[in-house]
């Protein structure tokens, strides 16, 4: 796999556990490193080494804000998509909030990716989506019923991202991470 090198790239959600160590890597091969994030499941703290580096940009904003998305993308080749409220109890006790940031926050960052001329978009999708289907080993295109309201969210930006790509041709590129 070819490093990427030299370039401005958007991490959402950089301070997050995941986006900060994407964030160090990207600013460790010399790109240009833009962290779009709220606050609300990452920490200050994770991002704190590189605040002084002139190569970072900090935007505290919301990518349910489409403004927020629009500042983040300007300019960047690429997007590592990390935010998202990512826990199952958490969905299940409020799966509206879950819905507006995982899928309508979702859609706004990959809109205003898609609008910049974003190169690839990269995105943290989820194995929650397999669901209860019983095979093993898990393939990609067999999905079973997702059983919260998080595998749905996350199953629903497989869907879109898979659209955008087909309708607006930008290339997507999803991550079904296991914990």
């Known amino acids: 796999m070819k490093k990427i090198t030299n370039t401005k790239i958007l991490v959402s959600g950089g301070a997050g556990f995941i986006g900060s160590n994407l964030c160090e890597a990207l600013l460790n091969q010399g790109n240009q490193v833009v962290c779009l994030d709220n606050f609300s499941t990452g920490f200050r703290k994770n991002i704190e080494p590189f605040l002084s580096n002139e190569k970072f940009t900090l935007i505290e904003g919301d990518i349910r804000n489409y403004e927020d998305c629009q500042r983040g993308v300007k300019g960047c080749d690429y997007v590592f998509h990390e935010a998202a409220l990512g826990s199952v109890p958490r969905s299940m006790k409020d799966p509206m909030t879950s819905t ?11 809109f205003a990716a898609k609008e910049e001329g974003v190169k ?9 989506t397999y669901g209860d289907h019983p095979d093993l080993p898990k393939v ?17 930006d497989e869907l879109f991202a898979k659209n955008f790509s087909d309708i607006y041709d930008i290339e ?3 991550l079904r991470y296991f914990n």
């Open 100 to 110: 507006d940031v995982n899928i309508g926050g979702f859609v706004k960052i990959l």
């Open 120 to 128: 690839r978009f990269v995105y943290a999708a989820s194995s929650s």
């Open 140 to 156: 990609e295109d067999i999905i079973g019923n997702p059983l919260s309201p998080y595998a749905i969210t996350k199953y629903a």
């Open 172 to 174: 997507t590129v999803g």
